[in-house]
């Protein structure tokens, strides 16, 4: 302030002083007032360029260059320059805010679909896109009830009660996986909505295995029970004859047997879930395993075998053979309980006079590959992936007429994967079927020979269609 006033005192002394000089005493007043209307003309240029300024946008256009002393305008541009720099750096944090935040919704495994007050799709992530099958960025701004048509989302929209999630089917699925897709709309603002997705395939799965499982295990033991109880009334009220005696209580010995069964691989399951994988400091023979499967496997076909009826075919690997095997690592009873589970499930399926084939070779990645092949009735394609579920059963009358408790391939696949092992199965109707597992290179040695403990990968049960290694009849792919 105070140099602004200097100046117009200077500027009107230097007018006065000129004025006097050329026209005297009317030329000093006139002098005063020239040099007066000249610094305000100076200070209003000055203006109307800031003024040109703040017309073309500040933000965007660059700032008057006012040279001289800075005087009111010059003091108003720097203030609001530097305002502007304020704003430039609050709307950049705020713009990398908003990047971040976005950044996190797009990593978000749940699907998010921001919609504006008339149901278009103002933002969503990939996630949501691959749910609902949405193309970015064609499908912005797009009506959501135009791109989801399920009738169950048009109802849950036009309802307007979001208390419930819904569930829909996803856009990604096939004959063997149904994709489902729990979706639920959040209201915020004014009108708009917060649209949530998530996958809860396997959740549902696990649902069902869950119901299936106590309906299974109610119905497995419930039938002995039933039978037991009849029994046991009978004996009480009944006078029975001796031989029929015996043969009732043959029969509940029978049925306690299954339910012992039943309870003995339930815990099991159970036991194999709960405990650490083993390490591989035990090795066991595997031509001492193969042996002991063997004389078992026989045992149950001539028990399951009709007196009339053909006998089955066993091939096990020749002595020779099995003296090569080498040896395995891991825990000896989980690994008979998986080789001999996969091989009397081959046995109870295979018709008299079928061929069972067990095959044990080494792999060119220092592996070895166990595999069954039968020649019975085969498996269909849909049942493939439940197939070691427990207590899933194909044929439930038949099964059950072969004695099996349903959870077989259940502790061999679990058996299996706790030794870094991977179960396989191949099937093709009226040709047989085929199970295999393939043991990693730190699991197996050839026999007498010392290695140090190495821990193995953990895997997970693959399915695949393959051909067993040296298989008479070999599997085509279905």
């Known amino acids: 302030m105070f140099w602004r006033i200097a100046m117009l005192l ?16 009317w030329g000093l007043a006139a002098g005063v007032a020239l040099a007066s209307w000249l610094c305000w003309g100076w200070v209003a240029w000055r203006g109307l360029r800031v003024l040109a300024w703040l017309r073309q946008d500040a933000a965007a256009g660059q700032a008057p260059a006012l040279r001289g002393p800075q005087g009111l305008w010059g003091e108003a541009v720097d203030r609001m320059r530097r305002q502007l720099r304020q704003r430039e750096q609050q ?14 919704l797009q990593a978000s495994p749940n699907g998010v679909i921001l919609l504006d007050a008339e149901g278009h799709i103002e933002w969503c992530n990939q996630t949501a896109a691959g749910h609902f099958g949405l193309e970015l960025p064609r499908d912005l701004m797009q009506s959501i009830g135009n791109l989801l048509r399920e009738p169950d989302f048009s109802a849950y929209l036009a309802a307007g009660d979001y208390a419930q999630d819904l569930l829909l089917p996803g856009r990604e699925r096939s004959p063997l996986q149904l994709v489902q ?8 603002g004014e009108g708009r909505r917060l649209m ?60 306690a047997r299954r339910m012992q069964l039943l309870v003995q691989d339930l815990l099991t399951l159970s036991r194999l879930e709960g405990s650490a994988p083993p ?16 004389q078992e496997a026989r045992a149950l076909s001539a028990q399951i075998t009709p007196p009339a009826a053909a006998p089955q075919r066993l091939v096990f690997p020749p002595p020779a053979q099995l003296q090569a095997c080498g040896e395995i690592a891991g825990n000896p009873e989980e690994l008979h309980s998986a080789l001999s589970n996969l091989i009397a499930n081959a046995v109870r399926y295979t018709p008299a006079g079928g061929l069972i084939t067990v095959d044990w070779q080494c792999q060119d990645d220092g592996g070895a590959r166990f595999c069954v092949r039968d020649s019975g009735p085969g498996i269909a394609p849909e049942h493939l992936p439940r197939l070691a579920e427990r207590f899933y059963r194909i044929d439930r009358s038949r099964s059950r007429d072969s004695g099996g408790t349903g959870l077989g391939l259940a502790i061999a696949k679990h058996s299996l994967q706790r030794h870094g092992a991977q179960l396989h199965i191949a099937s093709v109707l009226g040709q047989g079927s085929a199970f295999s597992a393939h043991f990693p290179a730190q699991r197996v040695r050839a026999a007498g020979v010392s290695a140090q403990p190495q821990p193995h990968p953990t895997t997970v049960q693959g399915q695949e269609n393959h051909r067993c290694p040296a298989s008479p009849q070999p599997l085509t792919k279905p």
């Open 279 to 294: 390490g591989t400091g035990q090795w066991t023979s595997v031509g001492a395993l193969l042996q002991r499967c063997e």
């Open 181 to 188: 897709l729990s979706v639920r709309l959040h209201p915020y």
């Open 91 to 104: 709307a950049a944090a705020s713009e990398a805010r908003l990047q971040a935040f976005l950044a996190a």
């Open 10 to 25: 200077i500027a009107q002394l230097l007018g006065a002083a000129l004025g006097l000089w050329l026209a005297g005493a």
């Open 196 to 255: 949530l997705s998530r996958d809860v395939t396997q959740l549902e799965q696990a649902e069902a295995m869950r119901r299936d499982f106590v309906a299974n295990v109610s119905h497995e033991i419930r039938t002995p029970l039933t039978v037991l109880a009849g029994f046991v009334e009978t004996l009480q009220t009944l006078p029975l004859a001796d031989d029929e005696r015996s043969r009732y209580l043959g029969l509940m010995a029978q049925q």
